[in-house]
């Protein structure tokens, strides 16, 4: 068996079905191999965005992979960064030169020829060693089947992107039997460290009077919904999510309050949460987007800390203690408690009345409520940077079905980003929300969704330029050209752009998009450029707050 069909198999046991790319000449026979393969390969416009598309894929599926060229490959780096900051579990692989390639003097096309030496180029391998978990070249054949079940194994373990080098003469080179057989190990939890943390826990448990579970991103990134919710159920303690862990758990769930964000919550949140007396962390990033600038409170005297970077209860710090371990320990506990105090249940939050207006004027909030009014429990929300992202937080939704670039916050995810969701849960429909500034960057990226038959639907919030910085400190710099959007469709030979001003154009807008399959719509809202959502001026105001 060869290098190149190892990896691919080895990708496919690990339940990789498609790989999103674009070719190059360092990795064209790779990409031949996958044309080959069961593994389905789906072209992107550019490597960035292919990049994108395998994140969305990764944190819907648990694996996504990225094939690019050497060199100018390297552009994919932002969305590499977005996965790094953001817990995904993204494979990048590169072709690259030849081992051969390095005996000439001259210098070769597309290498950076920062760190070329005789055995070959490591400058690529250096600017991937900040924002990756591991990097492996396969450069001998003797060693490629350990490499490869190493760097997956790692990448599904930490939930951090990979990179794997393969120079273009190894992809068809023969593998050398390895003289010892690669066993992934099962990290285990020290048991008394365990057992004295949960005896601690059970203390702060009893001891309190309104706990609140305060749910981020990782709880979903490594599979624990179903012991949090087990946790919680039992105990009946209400749950908050940041917004990087929106949909963690369903928000439709009788003890789901919201998205808590500091000051950038809903008043009820942040009144709920600023009340409570213990407040157990689980899987959160602690981050100013997070924590709403600053804004949340952490000061409770009863507090418990749990991530992937360890477990801390009260003063105490349990380095031997594995996240995963901890978190399937509490839903099968037994502390003989049950709390039964009020809290705002998001299921219960008052819907607005809902009847668009045929000569009103939308506005971003209006989009948002027609947006809540049509969503159904099979949709996947897929929010861009900007008041894309901020009102997003406070739609109802179910368990899954939220993707953003929440901390990192690069523009440009939500076009790609659909398209990989979509790959990946072809029945589900996607609705990709988006600014006009945030749609300029990746929004050829719609190519690919006729290529394959795809039909997300894109709302482009055109408020006429990056909205996100004009309460902060607004100038002409905050201005993008118009486009117009709606058109786009026909450049490109396939979908269906709608452009709308009013209420009622936006309601028949989305009714009929919802209502069809098989193509992708575009429907460009028209706002005022000085127009934002409740959540976006809570943003700003906590923003303003913090330069004060």
Known sequence: MSI?????????????????????????????????????????????????????????????????????????????SQ??????????????????????????????????????????????????????????PATA??????ILDLCLKVKKPVYIEIPRDMVDAALIAPKKIFYPTQEKSDAHALEEAMHEFEV????????????????????????????????????????????TISEYHPLFVGVYQGEMSRPEVVEFVNNCDCLFMMGLMLTDVETGI????????????AS?????IGHHHYKKVIFSDFIQRLAKSNFNVRFHHEYPASIDRDVPHFKPKSQTKTTTKFVFEC????????????????????????????????????????????????????????????????????????????????????DPILIILNNHGYATERPIIDGAYNDIHDWN??????????????????????????KKALSQRGTFYLIEVELDKMDFSPAMLRFSSALKKSKE
């Open 485 to 510: 959007y709606a058109e786009i469709p026909k450049v490109i030979n396939g979908g269906i752009g709608i452009k709308v001003g009013t209420e009622d154009e936006l309601d028949n807008a989305l």
């Open 204 to 247: 702060i448990l009893k001891t309190c009077h309104k706990p609140v579970i305060w749910v981020g991103h990782e709880i979903q990134r490594f599979q624990m919904q179903a012991a949090l919710l087990a946790f919680a159920e039992k105990y009946r303690i209400p749950i908050v999510s940041s917004l990087l862990g929106k949909t």
């Open 308 to 312: 992937s970077d360890g477990i801390e």
């Open 371 to 454: 947006i809540q009014h049509h969503l159904k429990r099979d949709h996947i929300i897929v929010a861009d940077i900007g008041d894309s992202l901020f009102a997003s937080a406070d739609l109802i939704l179910e368990q899954d079905s939220f993707l953003a670039c929440a901390s990192f916050g690069s523009l440009g995810f939500a076009t790609p980003g659909s398209i990989g969701a979509q790959i990946c849960r072809p029945q589900h429909r996607i609705i990709a929300i988006v600014g006009d500034g945030a749609f300029q960057m990746t929004s050829m990226e719609l190519s690919t969704a006729v290529r394959y038959g795809l």
């Open 145 to 150: 089947t350990e490499q490869i079940d190493r």
């Open 294 to 305: 600053f804004t949340a409170k952490l000061d409770q005297d009863l507090k418990v800390i």
């Open 83 to 140: 996965a790094f900051v953001e817990s995904s579990p993204l494979v990048v692989i590169s072709g690259s030169a030849a081992s051969s390639d390095y005996s000439h003097e001259i210098k070769l096309h597309h290498l950076i020829n920062q760190s070329k030496t005789l055995s070959g180029d490591k400058t690529q391998l250096d600017i991937f060693k900040y924002i990756t978990a591991g990097q492996v070249v396969l450069d001998n």
């Open 4 to 80: 190149g069909k190892y990896l691919l198999d080895a990708l496919q046991k690990r339940g990789v079905n498609e790989i999103f790319g674009v070719p190059g000449d360092y990795i064209l026979r790779f990409d031949k191999m996958i044309e080959q393969h069961s593994i389905r390969y789906i072209n992107a416009t550019r490597e960035n965005t292919a990049g994108y598309m395998a994140d969305a894929y990764a944190r819907l599926h648990g694996l996504g992979v990225a094939c690019i060229t050497y060199g100018v490959g390297i552009n994919i780096t932002n969305a590499l």
